[in-house]
């Protein structure tokens, strides 16, 4: 089992900025990937930015935040950074973290409570 702790939602303007944190409860040498997701009211959950722990931190991020939002990583803290810069109100969402693992052969999702992001002026 593995707990994810996020901080760092809350109210920003637009063109503002915010940054997100995810702490996992165990090593993050032992997570194969983590991420970042968003949902709406009414809408799917969508990918907003991913970081592979296992192979050399490659990051994907989606088309409507690429340039904007950076994810990293603090390996001595067990913790993956979401950074949002130059914020749109259509960034307004609840903010899940993401990780997987490779358990037992396959692989397993756990996911964050979640934290909201609003931007409005």
């Known amino acids: 089992q593995v707990q994810l702790v996020e901080s760092g939602g809350g109210l920003a303007q637009p063109g503002g900025s915010l940054r997100l944190s995810c702490a996992a409860s165990?090593?993050?040498?032992?997570?194969?990937?983590m991420g970042w997701y968003r949902q709406a009211p009414g809408k799917q959950r969508e990918l907003v930015a991913s970081i592979s722990i296992s192979s050399g931190g490659r990051t994907d991020y989606a088309d409507s935040v690429k340039g904007r939002f950076t994810i990293s990583r603090d390996n001595a803290k067990n913790t993956v950074y979401l950074q949002m810069n130059s914020l749109k109100t259509e960034d307004t969402s609840v903010y899940y973290c993401?990780?997987?693992?490779?358990?037992?052969?396959?692989?397993?999702?756990?996911w964050g409570q979640g934290t909201q992001v609003t931007v409005s002026s």
């Open positions: 165990v090593s993050i040498f032992s997570i194969y990937a």
């Open positions: 993401k990780c997987t693992r490779v358990e037992q052969r396959s692989l397993s999702d756990y």
